[in-house]
């Protein structure tokens, strides 16, 4: 026990509500808030998703105390990393304290619906409350600080803006446009306003306290220094492994650390929080948290001498995330660091280029030591038993002080290279003498590289606006580099490169104006201006709900945390956890598998495998998919990638069953070097003569007399993967049950789960019952791949015959489940003078993985042709094997990939004729009566209206397309350093009714008319919920608030297909149209004979006279409901920094034509969402596979990236096009989800244009290739900018 500590519980409130917990309250030091909120407390509305810090969706705030002032400190804080044991005399505030439906919504809460800022909802709770602990925090806040705010909240399905416009709207100097919204939606909120118990404050201070587990596990909170260092030198002394935790948030990054027996909690100590400012420099204490710091050194920047602190301010904003900051502390900082000294820590560059020390505290002898050291000498030091007492900041004055981050997404990303750099300059006349030697100080280059002495030795005393300076401190600089290689680091190449430009960079900005003028813009940083997004739609008159813009139904309790997803559905009595166990190699055989150390663990119930499967071990085994390759639940002897289910641990927690799964020994035998790059599977495909085979047929048009082809060009397309990044992982609950068997699942297709478990448990499928309330997001992901967990979870429950629960982790979830299939475009295109192509030879190469039963070849083939004529084109498709888990289907499957690749075509020709590639597009346009390629059977021949040049058209005008292209020419004319780039890509998205098989039943109560409705579709926050009740409300006459969607199941959404492609929306609309006909036509008697009856009357009426009240509709071949063209086009401008290779989107203009849409709102929110989706692909998000071994390295928030709220473009302006009524579509309307998705391929062909502004500078015009997804570094590369060109 610590001295003077007490063994007394920990005391905190939740929501006001007192918990107490010691070491019998069935908890373990490692329990994280988030587990305890949500199944100890039972509050389900914070949802967890990475448990990295990574993503937001554990939101919470928290109010505590001050150790050092007192004072009260509101906060929000990751719950996923918060150790619940650290939240001693905390009051905690969840999702469920601001409002609900029983005594209304939150502020916050009714802006977030109104703005229409909730898709699947999954998010949403956390960001509201991000946004409460901000407003909680008592300052000021201005529409810049909520933008920088939502820095660690990812929405996958938004795209943010609408989120930013309804928390903006709190802003002190919201927009007027944001003000007129609020003014009119504040009319429209529909419950009275809640203020959220933020006023009341139960934080309190708490004593020292020692609680022990019958783990024998300890968890100490010291409050002095002396007694935290002795309870570490106790520890010391007795062998027992400790841990000193402080926010604890580095457990995010390093997941895998194995727990300690001791933890000492030092958060409470008011000496490691002791900060002091004053004309001596900064002394921050070593618990003060990165926030504090933050605010600490912007404040200071006003002391002479301590300007520097606005610079390492504006440089803190980018390091993790605002709940990281706030509980993160600069200590633990460093000692990552001091323990991984390749970590990229921007803490410890800013500190080192400031010449800062660290004061570390030990016990000797019983007194307490200090000493101050170094940061170099700190790396070096032994901190076995010390502490962090504090970190001491010089005074500056006079220094030029800068310091740069680069990484892949603008905020919450680690660097690829961070640098800092401080200059004393003399200014002599027209000189810039460096007065002292400077530091120049890197991040990321190399574990040990920190100074470059080299260049820093060289440049004391130097002028450095001389040419000859900048030449020599930069080959000095070259020299010394040797940056580390790695499958995840940017390559050394890059970081040489970059190491170079920084110092450029910092040069220039020294000398200023002395530089010419045209390199100037190689000072700055790109910085972005704040978000704005226009709206543009003309809904027309509508006398019903219908056509309008309505929030979406589910909006108030997805706001509020009440909405309902898998993982929050009450856990029964004797339920059991399911943790996989995966295969750690990825191509070769099982020869053994021996789970018996880990069913000795207490509370592990049983090992699960192949052997216990009564049926089929084949998930892909459905007669509506013909599968071509087993795909097993279980691998039983084959493993064909690294991540294959092996078996499953079933346990009495899911943290136990983790835990138990890795205990589980598998071995290995006939293992060889997978095959993960598609390169590879080609050349191997080719090798071994299947490549011919592989191959869904070779798809040709004639030629024609008229186009003459005089010039060719060839080139490839390489496209890489997507992971999803749906917020909820895959989630599945099985319940046994008296007719076989219950199934609670995040499925996007029902009877996929329900057929297949059948076949795998040899039961009739009307054993099995499925049912789906809602989605966290799908986006194909959970088409096929959620039947790999049901099925595992079914074989669970079956065999143990009791309930069990399956929550992927986000690890397991993106190692073994399959992503967007990568793709290989070799093309040979023939065109005349003009541009027209005369001829095409293209190859569509698809990974798919490890198996082909999901290759979407056929859906690229359908969509190469996008708005063009297909005159001479010779098109293949052939698919390829990986050992990477089977590929699937990712929102827009198979055409984002086919549709980039023939805009980047039409891109090439523009470049060889010299022309502007938009004319080369209208040259080329499809027109009625033209051939088609693939896909509508004959006459092959198109019988539609191109609507690509009246958008063009229209685009040209409102996008202001001459003048902004002229001004890029001019801007790139007079910088070398920024480009720009504009680029306009048109679409052409074939809707085809692939299945109509979405069927709708509805019921009305005779007691008070009030109707509910089920539907086949699932509801994964693409609104389907909210046009179904659209359309009844239109097709019945009555208000929307008297109809309820219930959830969809197996028995009312019978045979259902997967609800994909975008089109289950407007069948739903359809059938429920229908359903509605039907009821009408059974109440025509009563209401002939009724005068205007109430709605009530005329219900109670028909049910007395026996008239039926319930209707179904599925479509029949009678329906004849045909497909149609959804029309984009997207205009895009970009701005890149040439020596870094960082970009922004500066504006993005989409006009997409939705026919008559349904519902403004949500199909606004489909395109907004859908592009930014695209946009993640081609820019942000990488994955990447080990070679040797087949792991998947991108497997977590902290190297994958999909875009935050600051990556969409700073101006975003989206027009759905008007009175463009469908004649073939349901009531006028036309799918959105997914067309706008290809468009966003024109933000690389802004950032080509832009690339080749800077080549051309740098003397070469020819054409280049570019991959995607394109990163800054590929950027820095293309640019072909080498040392000569970094002249003054
Ligand atoms: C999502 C995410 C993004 C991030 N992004 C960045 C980034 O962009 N740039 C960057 O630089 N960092 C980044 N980080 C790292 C982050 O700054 C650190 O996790 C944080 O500062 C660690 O502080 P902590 O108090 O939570 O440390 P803890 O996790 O509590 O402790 C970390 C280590 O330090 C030891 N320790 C803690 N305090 C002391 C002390 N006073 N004396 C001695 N030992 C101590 C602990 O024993 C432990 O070994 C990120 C982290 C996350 C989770
Ligand atoms: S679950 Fe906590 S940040 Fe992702
Ligand atoms: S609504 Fe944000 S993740 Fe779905």
Redesign the pocket.
């Known amino acids: 026990m610590v001295n003077g500590s007490s063994n007394s519980p920990v005391v905190f409130h939740i929501n006001g509500e007192k918990h107490t917990v010691d070491g019998n309250s069935g908890i373990s030091p490692n329990t994280a808030l988030v587990d305890y909120i949500r199944d100890v407390a039972d509050l389900k509305g914070t949802k967890v998703m990475c448990r ?3 993503c937001g969706a554990c939101t919470v705030t928290a109010k505590i105390v001050d150790p050092n002032s007192g004072s009260i400190i509101h906060k929000s804080v990751n719950a996923c ?1 918060t150790p619940v044991l650290s939240c001693d005399g905390w009051d905690i505030s969840t999702i469920e304290s601001l409002g609900n439906k029983h005594e209304g919504y939150h502020v916050i809460q009714n802006r977030l619906v109104n703005f229409h800022g909730t898709q699947c909802g999954y998010c949403t709770p956390g960001m509201v409350m991000n946004m409460y602990g901000l407003m909680g925090s008592g300052k000021e806040i201005g529409m810049e600080d909520i933008e920088k705010n939502l820095d ?1 909240n990812i929405c996958r399905c938004t795209g943010y803006r609408p989120i930013l416009d309804a928390f903006k709207s709190f802003a002190n100097d919201a927009s007027n446009d944001l003000k007129q919204k609020c003014a009119d939606i504040e009319d429209c909120a529909t419950c009275p306003m809640k203020k959220g118990n933020g006023e009341s404050c139960m934080a309190q201070t708490v004593k020292e306290k020692s609680i022990k587990f019958h783990s024998g596990q300890e968890w100490k909170s010291p409050k002095t220094l002396e007694n935290a260092l002795k309870a570490a030198n106790e520890c010391n002394k007795a062998g027992v492994a400790f ?11 390093f997941k895998n650390q194995p727990a300690p027996t001791v933890f000492i909690d ?1 958060t409470g100590i008011p000496e ?1 929080k002791k900060t002091t400012v004053d004309q001596h420099g900064i002394i921050l204490g ?2 003060t948290s ?1 926030s504090e710091v933050l605010r600490i050194m912007r404040e200071a920047s006003t002391t002479p001498g301590l300007e520097y602190g606005k610079k390492v301010a504006t440089h803190l904003e ?4 605002v709940s ?1 900051r706030n ?7 460093l ?2 660091k001091h ?1 991984h000294n390749d970590f ?5 560059v800013i500190l080192e280029t400031l010449r800062a020390s660290i004061q570390i505290v030990s016990l000797k002898s019983g007194q307490r030591e200090t000493v101050s050291v170094s940061l170099p000498d700190f790396l070096r030091t032994n ?1 076995d038993g ?3 007492k504090s970190i001491s900041l010089p005074t500056r004055l006079g220094y030029f002080y800068r310091s740069f981050k680069i990484t892949r997404r603008y905020q ?4 690829y290279v961070n640098a800092g750099f401080l200059f004393k300059i003399e200014k002599k006349g027209e000189s810039f003498i460096v007065a002292e030697r400077p530091r120049i100080v890197f991040g990321g280059v190399s574990g040990d590289f920190i100074h470059a002495t080299s260049a820093e030795e060289y440049l004391e005393g130097k002028d450095l606006s001389q040419e000859n300076t900048l030449t020599k401190a930069l080959e000095s600089l070259e020299k010394q580099l040797k940056p580390q290689s790695g499958a995840l680091e940017s390559s050394p190449k890059y970081r040489t490169h970059m190491a170079k430009a920084l110092l450029y960079k910092t040069i220039l900005e020294i000398i200023g104006k002395k530089a010419n003028d045209k390199l100037q813009s190689g000072s700055s940083d790109l910085e972005r201006i704040m978000t704005s997004g226009t709206q543009t739609y003309d809904a027309g008159n509508t006398e019903t709900n219908l056509f309008k813009s309505v929030p979406k139904c589910e909006s108030n309790i997805q706001a509020s945390g009440e909405a309902e997803y898998t993982g929050d559905i009450p856990v029964q009595r004797n339920e059991l956890y399911g943790a996989f166990v995966l295969s750690t190699v990825a191509n070769g055989d099982i020869s053994n598998i021996d789970a018996s150390e880990a069913l000795k663990v207490e509370g592990v119930e049983r090992f699960v495998s192949a052997s216990d499967i009564p049926g089929l071990n084949d998930v892909m085994k459905y007669n509506a998919w013909p599968s071509m390759i087993q795909e097993p639940v279980f691998a039983a002897k084959k493993i064909s990638t690294h991540g294959q289910a092996i078996g499953l641990v079933l346990a009495t927690s899911t943290e136990l069953a983790r835990s138990a799964a890795k205990l589980v020994k598998v071995t290995y035998e006939n293992v060889t070097t997978p095959i993960v790059k598609i390169e590879q599977a080609i050349a191997k495909a080719k090798e071994e003569g299947t490549f011919a085979r592989q191959t869904v047929g070779v798809f040709k048009t004639a030629p024609s007399e008229e186009i003459k082809v005089a010039h060719t060009v060839k080139g490839t397309c390489d496209f890489g993967s997507q992971y999803h990044f749906y917020m909820e992982t895959q989630s599945v609950i099985c319940h046994p049950r008296e007719d076989g068997i219950d199934i609670y699942c995040c499925t996007q297709w029902m009877e996929h789960v329900q057929h297949t478990v059948g076949m795998i448990l040899n039961i009739p499928s009307n054993s099995v019952n499925v049912q789906v309330r809602r989605l966290g997001g799908g986006f194909g992901g959970k088409g096929t791949r959620t039947t790999f967990v049901a099925a595992a979870c079914a074989v669970a429950t079956w065999v143990s015959r009791r309930p069990c629960r399956i929550v992927l982790d986000l690890d397991t979830n993106m190692s073994m489940i399959g992503k967007r299939s990568p793709y290989h475009i070799p093309y040979e295109v023939g065109f005349d003078d003009e541009g027209r192509i005369g001829s095409l030879k293209a190859d569509l190469i698809c990974d798919t993985g490890c198996s082909s039963n999901e290759a979407t070849t056929f859906i690229a083939m359908l969509h190469i042709q996008n708005c063009y004529k297909a005159i001479g084109w010779e098109v293949g498709t052939h698919f390829v094997f990986t050992n990477t888990p089977s590929n699937t289907t990712v929102r827009a499957p198979g055409s984002v990939q086919s549709v980039a690749a023939i805009e980047w075509i039409m891109d090439h020709i523009g470049n060889y004729l010299k022309k502007d590639p938009l004319e080369i597009r209208m040259k080329n346009l499809l027109n009625t009566g033209d051939a088609l390629l693939f896909g509508h059977g004959p006459p092959a021949t198109y019988q539609r209206e191109n609507m690509i040049p009246k958008i063009v058209e229209q685009m040209k005008s409102t996008a202001d397309y001459e003048a902004r292209n002229e001004y890029i020419s001019l801007f790139n004319k007079q910088n070398r350093w920024k480009k720009r780039g504009f680029s306009v890509v048109p679409v052409r998205y074939n809707v085809e009714y692939f299945s109509t098989n979405y069927p709708v039943s509805l019921a009305i109560y005779h007691v008070d008319g009030h109707v509910a409705v089920s539907h086949g579709a699932i509801e994964m926050g693409q609104g389907i919920n909210t046009k179904v009740i659209q359309a009844i409300a239109h097709g019945l006459q009555i208000p929307m608030d008297r109809i309820k969607v219930k959830p969809s199941n197996t028995f009312v959404g019978a045979n259902a297909f997967v609800t994909a492609g975008s089109i289950a929306s407007e069948l739903a609309v359809y059938c429920a149209t229908k359903a509605c006909e039907q009821i009408r036509e059974n109440l025509r008697p009563i209401l002939e004979k009724l005068e205007n009856p109430t709605w009530d009357k005329l219900i109670k009426e028909a049910h007395a006279a026996k008239v039926n009240l319930t209707a179904s509709y599925t479509p029949t071949r009678k329906d004849d409901l045909k497909g149609y063209d959804v029309w984009v086009v997207c205009a895009n401008e970009v701005e890149i920094d040439v020596l870094t290779g960082e970009y922004k989107i500066l504006r993005t203009d989409v006009y997409e034509d939705v026919g008559r849409s349904l519902s403004p709102a949500i199909d606004m929110g489909q395109i907004e969402g859908g592009y930014i989706f695209g946009q993640g692909y081609w820019t942000t998000e990488k994955i990447i596979y080990d070679e040797n071994t087949g792991k998947l390295l991108t497997n977590g ?2 190297d994958y990236k999909p875009p935050e709220c600051k990556d969409i473009p700073q101006d975003f302006r989206v027009t759905l096009l008007s009175n463009q009524h469908n004649a073939q579509g349901v009531l006028g309307s036309k799918a959105t989800g997914e067309p706008v998705t290809d468009a966003a391929f024109g933000v690389v062909l802004a950032m080509r244009n832009a690339i080749a502004s800077a080549r051309a500078d740098a003397g070469n015009t020819d054409w280049f290739q570019m991959s995607g997804p394109v990163t800054p570094e590929d950027i820095a590369m293309l640019c072909l900018t080498d040392t000569t060109h970094l002249t003054v």
């Not at 980018?318 to 995330?321: H, Q």
């Not at 509980?327 to 900082?333: E, L, Q, S, V």
Request: glycine residues 20%; aromatic residues 4%; hydrophobic residues 45%.
């Open positions: 990295e810090g990574g990393l660690g841990r000193i935790v402080a926010g604890n948030t580095s457990t995010g990054i030092v490691l070593g618990g990165l980018r390091v993790a995330n990281v509980n993160g502390t600069i200590g633990g900082n000692m990552i323990a990229p820590s921007d803490v410890f901190m010390k502490l962090i919450n990303a680690h660097a928030t902290w």
